[in-house]
T-cell receptor, first 112, second 107 residues
Framework: SQTIHQWPATLVQPVGSPLSLECTVE??????LYWYRQAAGRGLQLLFY??????ISSEVPQNLSASRPQDRQFILSSKKLLLSDSGFYLC???????????FGPGTRLTVT | GQQVMQIPQYQHVQEGEDFTTYCNSS?????IQWYKQRPGGHPVFLIQ?????EVKKQKRLTFQFGEAKKNSSLHITATQTTDVGTYFC???????FGAGTRLFVKA
């Protein structure tokens, strides 16, 4: 079965510092991958999705970027964090054989 | 762009009462998915509906997809404290999520 790995679980970063969050997928190949951000007590905001290596679609103009250097690796980055970047970042994936998205455990980012 | 609206935002029930959350899309959906997120956790996929008028059941949970494939509902019969969490619907190619309904169950 498909498993999504994310780390770290929590992260505290100062304003203006860079960010790199990594997501890896196990148990499937050629998945569609997604990055979401969730503010406290709110819904999921789709940030980026990818249908393959090097293919990234951005849904919301912002201070973040994403890359997919390998089939089962999806990276979320920022050159300079803003206070508004705080939130719960979730990576999710789907594959042709599975219905629905499988989510990783998420990273709680606090920008101070 | 496509929007998925979900109501209510919050629902407080007494244990044993029923609960329903509704999902409406601005456009026709190829499918609708439902997820549950426990407090402090990540969303977990519950089910997908693809056919017009489809009804599926999982124990005390009943999921419906509207005839026009623009709305859906999740109904929980006789809620239990383990049902606490936020229920999200999501649909479309990009899997756009609704804002969720947060369920509180009082024992």
């Amino acid at each position: 079965s498909q498993t999504i790995h994310q780390w770290p679980a929590t992260l505290v970063q100062p304003v203006g510092s860079p960010l790199s969050l990594e997501c890896t997928v196990e148990g499937t190949s050629n998945p569609n991958l997604y990055w979401y951000r969730q503010a406290a007590g709110r819904g999921l905001q789709l940030l980026f999705y990818s249908v393959g290596i090097g293919q990234i679609s951005s849904e919301v103009p912002q201070n973040l970027s994403a890359s997919r250097p390998q089939d089962r690796q999806f990276i979320l980055s920022s050159k300079k964090l803003l206070l508004s970047d705080s939130g719960f970042y979730l990576c999710a994936g789907t594959s042709g054989r599975a219905y629905g998205q499988y989510f990783g455990p998420g990273t709680r980012l606090t920008v101070t | 762009g496509q929007q998925v609206m979900q109501i209510p935002q919050y629902q407080h029930v007494q244990e044993g009462e029923d609960f329903t959350t509704y999902c409406n899309s601005s456009t026709t959906l190829s499918n609708i998915q439902w997820y549950k997120q426990r407090p402090g956790g990540h969303p977990v996929f519950l089910i997908q509906l693809v056919k017009s008028g489809e009804v599926k059941k999982q124990k005390r949970l009943t999921f419906q997809f509207g005839e026009a494939k623009k709305n859906s509902s999740l109904h929980i019969t006789a809620t239990q404290t383990t049902d606490v969490g936020t229920y999200f619907c999501a649909g479309g190619f990009k899997t756009i999520f609704g804002a969720g309904t947060r369920l509180f169950v009082k024992a």
